[in-house]
């Protein structure tokens, strides 16, 4: 039986993210790509194509003492039925992950725990969440 917390409610969000050195936050990776493929209130599963680029790993540094975060964009569909959407930022990092072979373009799976989020935005994942 599933033992989380949370429940996860399936969704699929395109998302933009840069992988943050933990041991200096201005350092970044270039831009990666990915889908959320399930949400929760406190994280989301996130696919993406690689778990490192250059020197940045998608979860610790290179002395693997600390762990990096990774800066979010994600793109939710507005209320209105005009098919825009609004883009959402979130702090998180990576507590787990995982490689399926089955998806060609995103074959990592990612478990991405949310460390700050504004208040706006955290009230625009929760409306997308409650008409989910």
Same mark, same amino acid.
């Given at each position: 039986p ?6 996860? %409610?399936?969704?699929?969000? @395109?998302?933009?993210?840069?992988? $943050?050195?933990?041991?200096?936050? +201005?350092?970044? &990776?270039?831009?990666? +790509? /990915? $889908?959320?493929?399930?949400? +929760?209130?406190? /994280?989301?599963c ?6 490192? $680029?250059?020197?940045?790993? =998608? ?6 003492? +600390?762990? @990096?975060?990774? /800066?979010?964009?994600? !793109?939710?569909? !507005?209320?209105? *039925? @005009? ?21 060609? !373009?995103?074959?990592?799976? =990612?478990?991405?725990?949310? %460390?700050?989020? *504004? ?5 625009? %994942?929760? *409306?997308?969440? &409650?008409?989910?």
């Open positions: 599933d033992k989380r917390k949370f429940k996860r %409610l399936k969704v699929s969000l @395109n998302v933009k993210f840069k992988i $943050i050195s933990g041991e200096d936050p +201005t350092e970044k &990776s270039p831009e990666l +790509t /990915g $889908i959320v493929k399930d949400i +929760t209130s406190n /994280g989301f996130l696919e993406a194509g690689s778990v490192q $680029i250059g020197r940045f790993h =998608i979860s610790h540094d290179s002395s693997m003492m +600390t762990k @990096n975060r990774l /800066g979010m964009e994600l !793109q939710i569909p !507005q209320e209105e *039925a @005009n098919r825009s959407f609004d883009t959402i930022y979130v702090l998180g990092e990576a507590i787990w992950y995982d490689k399926k072979d089955l998806n060609f !373009q995103y074959p990592y799976y =990612i478990g991405i725990r949310i %460390l700050e989020i *504004a208040e706006e935005d955290k009230s625009k %994942l929760d *409306a997308l969440m &409650s008409n989910l």
